[in-house]
């Protein structure tokens, strides 16, 4: 089991956000966490003390311009201490994407005017 869970809170500026609280307790040490992507390690992890509440820490995840391409790309973000993935960040981008859900909304059009008609026939049929 994980020492740290990790949860996301924004993506600003190609930097990832999150709020680490450790499981063992507010006394416990600065929890070890680093970043990859496909079996590479992220550069420029950073965990701080969170000003407002003992025991929770503040990750920043900087996303290397370089992993940033058509499709989606997952960075894992795992417990030094354990080696379990505690929080993983989902890129989505590029062209295909753009069609992929074009093609999400038409269907989701034709199933909206099938129920439509089938909701107006029930009510005529029903009236």
């Known amino acids: 089991m994980a020492d740290v869970e990790i949860s996301g809170t924004a993506l600003r500026a190609g930097v990832w956000h999150g709020r680490a609280v450790r499981a063992d307790g507010a006394e416990a040490p600065v929890p070890a966490v680093s970043a990859w992507h496909l079996e590479r390690q992220l550069e420029g992890v950073t965990v701080a003390p969170a000003g407002d509440r003992p025991g929770t820490w503040e990750v920043a995840v900087p ?31 590029g062209a295909p994407l753009a069609a992929d859900l074009r093609a999400e909304i038409a269907l989701l059009r034709a ?6 008609r089938a909701f107006r026939r029930h009510c005529v049929e029903t009236g």
């Open 63 to 93: 996303i290397p311009a370089e992993i940033l391409s058509d499709g989606v790309q997952t960075v894992l973000i795992r417990d030094d201490a354990s080696g379990e993935v505690v929080e993983s960040i989902i890129l989505v981008a």
């Open 111 to 116: 199933e909206l005017d099938m129920l439509k």
